[in-house]
């Protein structure tokens, strides 16, 4: 999983600081020549969706989604067990549904041949970040989860001594 933490925070990273290049750039021509970059829109809405996910994954990885922690603190630690269960299904259960309906997308976008309007490359390329993405946010929710049912469970071992 080291290689895949890496991955996500290097592609993440690089993508954030292109998207803010060619905004800068869109931004200085337009000011210059009073006409835009067409493409630059485009494709940054496209890289958009990718680092959206991408981040996504790494707070899955860091635990930092939002929680209801005021919820966490009524119940006792061994049905925390469960709670944290029915959290990693339910995100598993939305991703899976978006993973559906992104290779969907992708299937209809490679079928019926279509370009982006201004740079003319396959909308398929950019829409397999739906279910890439999907996948990896996946990984990450699993490997939460494992590391907090572990946590609870040093925690419930701590109480019985």
């Given at each position: ?26 931004v ?29 994954s ?6 930092a989604?939002l ?58 390329w ?24 572990r ?11």
């Amino acid at each position: 999983m080291r290689y895949l933490d890496l991955f996500e925070e290097y592609l993440c990273a690089f993508l954030i600081a292109l998207m803010a290049t060619l905004a800068f750039i869109n931004v200085i021509v337009r000011y210059l020549t009073e006409q835009s970059l067409a493409f630059t829109e485009e494709f940054i809405i496209n890289l958009f969706v990718l680092a959206t996910l991408l981040g996504a994954s790494m707070a899955f990885k860091r635990g930092a989604h939002l929680g209801v922690t005021f919820i966490d603190n009524l119940l006792p630690t061994k049905m925390l067990r469960w709670v944290a269960g029915l959290v990693a299904v339910c995100g598993i259960a939305l991703f899976a549904i978006l993973f559906y309906y992104g290779v969907d997308m992708v299937l209809q976008e490679y079928e019926s041949g279509m370009v982006t309007y201004s740079m003319a490359l396959p909308m398929w390329w950019f829409g397999l970040s739906v279910p890439v993405g999907s996948i990896i946010v996946v990984i990450r929710i699993i490997q939460a989860t494992v590391v907090e049912l572990r946590a609870l469970d040093a925690k419930i071992g701590e109480g019985a001594k």
